[in-house]
């Protein structure tokens, strides 16, 4: 078993920057893939970043150039540096992670681990 726990999320004005955290414990030594994903409201989840154990990194269309994910294997942890925030950015951000690198970055369901998620507002 895997538990994560984001944390970083808060209130930022359009064009601000922030950097959620996300720290991984239990069976961390199997980890692969470990990603962040978002939900706005009355949308479906989707692939924010993703990284491999071994550095290789995916971002999603819209976030490329503004969001950097990095992971720290060592502490099992993983971190999107989000810069350039728009209010469109506004969602729940939740870590996640599994033991193998997910076929599809895209599908959700290929991962395993979730945390319970952290809030990002971006005002206007």
């Known amino acids: 078993q895997v538990q994560l726990v984001e944390s970083g999320g808060g209130l930022v004005q359009t064009g601000g920057s922030l950097r959620l955290s996300c720290a991984a414990s239990g069976n961390i030594a199997r980890i692969n893939g470990m990603g962040w994903y978002r939900q706005a409201p009355g949308k479906q989840r989707e692939l924010v970043a993703g990284?491999?154990?071994?550095?290789?990194?995916i971002y999603a269309n819209s976030m490329k150039g503004r969001f950097t994910i990095s992971r720290d294997n060592a502490n099992a942890a993983v971190f999107l540096q989000m810069n350039s925030l728009k209010p469109d950015d506004s969602a729940v951000y939740y870590c996640?992670?599994?033991?193998?690198?997910?076929?599809?970055?895209?599908?959700?369901?290929?991962?395993?681990?979730w945390g319970s998620g952290t809030l990002v507002t971006v005002s206007s």
């Open positions: 996640a992670a599994d033991l193998y690198e997910p076929t599809t970055w895209a599908d959700d369901s290929g991962l395993e681990y």
């Open positions: 990284v491999t154990s071994d550095g290789r990194a």
